[in-house]
């Protein structure tokens, strides 16, 4: 019989689970319903008394990690309670989210665990056999895996369940002792940037996305860069959305051309594999090539802001599209947004 645990770790503040892991709980109880296997789902935190909150009825066997040295993402208090979690839940199966803190450690896990590890996980089916989907070749083709192999660890990506939304209730959670190696690291604090120059915002309702043309000449026949940053920034501070981009706009800056300075590869949409999963997606002077679309195909709601009625939006791609200059539409929303804040 399977035997799946759930390792799950609070944010930066301390006070909650991620909503990536909250994701990855209720793809636990799917999975542990359909194999009719049990469950353990598994805290890592500076203190998991609060965080067990979120979790009484999931029905699950409950084991946290806890101390002064899980409160910020280290590679060997991470792994040694990750493996100690694994351990003492007799896991064959271990989900987890695909965060930056267990993407960092969880092969290393599975390696001293002698078990097997696959990424990028969107969904997970299957009744005999655990049967996991993830795309491969920019997002053209889905593959689904299965393995015989033990334990075999899952990162989940975010979006691939609903979070999951506890009953009130009490539950206690299981403290596992860990046997820490030496730090040999120490968090001195943090810097982060200003929230207003943040661009990247997985869990926003809305992306926003800008294409090469914002950077083209306009019909004075003239490039207005800075004024498209400004609009750009202006739209992003108050909604706040999520930004994204096309490659053409993200190449430019190694050709020479003018650029929006805030953009990265990160940013990018499509080529890069990155499929964000926002409830709707607005685009702005972009064609809706091939490439960039599938990028999108987890976006609920489509529309797109575009002067070129025969555009690739056009065709089917996008929900709606508004025929019109962004340079011209953009302004008057930021207005009505400035206008509508409290």
Known sequence: MESILVLTHA??????????SLEAVTAGIDLAARLSAPLAIGILAADATTLTKSL???????????????????????????????????????????????????????????????THITALAGTDAVEASRWFYRQRIEAVLSRDARPWFLLLDSGAAPAFTAQPGAATAEE????????????SGFRAPQQGAQTIRP????????????????PDGQVH??????????????????????????????????????????????????????????????????????????IADRRAISLDPNCGWSRGKADVVYIADAFQVIPRVNALLEAAKP
């Open 11 to 20: 944010d930066e503040t301390g006070a909650i689970l991620t909503k990536a």
């Open 56 to 118: 009484p009825s999931a029905g699950a066997r409950i084991l946290s990690v806890s101390g002064q040295a899980f409160a910020q993402a280290r590679y060997a208090t991470d792994a040694a309670a990750a493996e100690a979690l694994c351990r003492a839940a007799q896991a064959t199966i271990v989900l987890a989210p695909g965060s930056s803190r267990f993407t960092r450690v969880a092969a290393g896990v599975a390696h001293r665990l002698g078990g097997f590890i696959d």
């Open 176 to 187: 596992i002792a860990v046997a820490l190696p030496e730090a040999r690291t120490n968090v």
């Open 203 to 218: 869990d926003a309702p809305l992306l926003f996305v800008a294409g090469a043309g914002w950077t083209k000449k306009q």
């Open 225 to 298: 860069t800075t004024e498209a940053a400004g609009l750009i920034l202006g739209f992003l501070r108050a909604t706040p959305a999520s930004l994204g981009s096309s490659k053409s706009l993200v190449d430019q800056g190694s050709e020479g051309q003018s650029v929006l300075p805030f953009l990265t590869h990160l940013n990018q949409i499509g080529q890069t594999g990155a499929t964000p999963r926002h409830a709707k997606g607005l685009s702005t002077c972009c064609h809706g090539e091939e490439p960039h679309v599938v990028g999108w195909r987890f």
